[in-house]
């Protein structure tokens, strides 16, 4: 029997995950700032979808360009995206910079963290798959590559990024006085990694927290609201709590505009589970950007490989979900070693090091990559806010 086609998406199920395409200079999502004008979807899976930009030489086109195509097309049943570009009136202009002058006065902002930087939520759908590893060896290579990253580790009861990264201490209140607490912060290669963790706030790192869902869900808001984040930060990655439960379906809420990362292993067990986490994303809007197998085979010494979990899961968990299978780490002694000692693998010379800067590689140049924002005219929204006040309707922003 021949496979049947996709159905292609609802239109509202597009202008749900367009809701995730922030316009950086501006804070706010195309759709609210009225940027979006019209969705189609055809039966062949092509979906048109008509933007207006406040100058049609905005610099930020290309960065809104690969969102909204990366998001659309992580839908199934869409075979093509394809958007057709406009230039907002000067009413229409004035009313978009009104809208993000609102949604700055409403929200104050929803989050700390600087509306340019890019979440990555690394989940799993259950524990003992090495997702807190991938999560700082990812980190460590960002941050080698100069790009100033955040890491929140709201694996609340399985705290562990602090030991991962040999980051000691208690987390402190920022020096200013203010009401914020200080990440802490590890230089490694060219850029920075700044952590929050409960690892970071107990007395000793074997305190079992009883807590229940809502305080959970209370802890993980605090660190979103009430960090003093560095307001250049490139990239914040989200050691997620495996599963599907409170927290996870709390930080989905509290930032749409993240994308998933799904790390499995190879045993078909673990990517069954995973598929769990893929739907829930999807079902709250989040864009599913790729899956990693982790553990994926061991290489002897004369180079011959052993699966010893299996073979084939993180593949068909990527098939499964429409997604690109980003790597395969192989099972290495220095990620153990590393993750025991504080030495990120990714630093030291190895097979998974190699596999990790492979996959870093793919996140910052096609995945997800940073925000360029040098050839921005008016970069922060502050800026704008105040010309807008000066002028009546504001100057020209991408």
């Known amino acids: ?200 706030l107990v007395e000793q790192e074997e305190s079992a927290l009883m807590w229940r869902g809502l305080i959970l869900s209370r802890a993980v808001q605090h660190f979103l609201e009430d960090v003093c984040w560095p307001t250049d930060l490139d990239y914040v990655l989200i050691d997620m709590p495996p599963g599907t439960g409170d927290v996870q379906m709390g930080l989905a809420r509290m930032l749409p505009r993240a994308d998933m990362i799904v790390v499995t292993t190879p045993a078909v067990s673990a990517q069954k589970v995973a598929v769990r986490v893929v739907n829930m994303g999807r079902r709250s809007h989040l864009r599913v950007a790729g899956v990693i197998e982790n553990m994926s085979v061991f290489v002897s010494e004369e180079g011959k490989e052993y699966a010893l979990f299996g073979r084939g899961g993180g593949q068909a968990l990527a098939a499964d979900a429409g997604v690109p299978l980003l790597g395969c780490i192989p099972i290495d002694p220095s990620v153990a070693e590393g993750s025991d000692e504080g030495r990120p693998a990714v630093l030291q010379p190895g097979p998974a090091a190699r596999e990790i800067r492979k996959i870093v590689e793919q996140i910052v140049e096609e995945i997800v990559p940073p925000v360029e924002m040098q050839s921005c005219s008016a970069r922060i929204l502050e800026a704008a806010i105040a010309n807008l006040d000066a002028v009546g309707t504001g100057p020209a922003t991408g």
């Not at 008509?50 to 097309?73: F, M, S």
């Not at 202009?93 to 009104?98: D, E, I, P």
């Open 1 to 200: 029997m021949p496979t049947p086609r996709p159905t292609p998406p609802d239109t509202g199920e597009v202008y749900e995950l367009l809701r995730g395409v922030i316009d950086p200079e501006l804070g706010s999502d195309i759709v609210d700032l009225g940027m979006v004008r019209g969705v189609e979807s055809a039966a062949d899976g092509t979906v048109s979808i008509k933007i207006a930009l406040t100058t049609a030489r905005c610099p930020l086109r290309g960065q809104i360009q690969k969102d909204v195509t990366t998001r659309v097309g992580s839908l199934p049943g869409v075979g093509s995206v394809e958007i057709a570009w406009a230039e907002l009136t000067a009413e229409e202009k004035a009313r978009t910079m009104g809208n993000a002058r609102l949604r700055a006065a409403e929200s104050a902002p929803p989050t700390a963290i600087p509306p340019t930087a890019k979440v990555l939520m690394i989940a799993s759908g259950k524990g003992g798959v090495g997702k807190s590893a991938v999560t700082v060896n990812l980190a460590a290579e960002l941050a080698q590559r100069g790009l100033e990253v955040g890491i929140i580790d709201a694996d609340i009861w399985g705290f562990s990024v602090p030991r991962m990264l040999g980051i000691e201490g208690r987390l402190q209140a920022v020096e200013s006085g203010e009401k914020k607490i200080a990440p802490k912060t590890k230089r490694v290669g060219r850029g920075e990694i700044h952590v929050v963790s409960m690892g970071l």
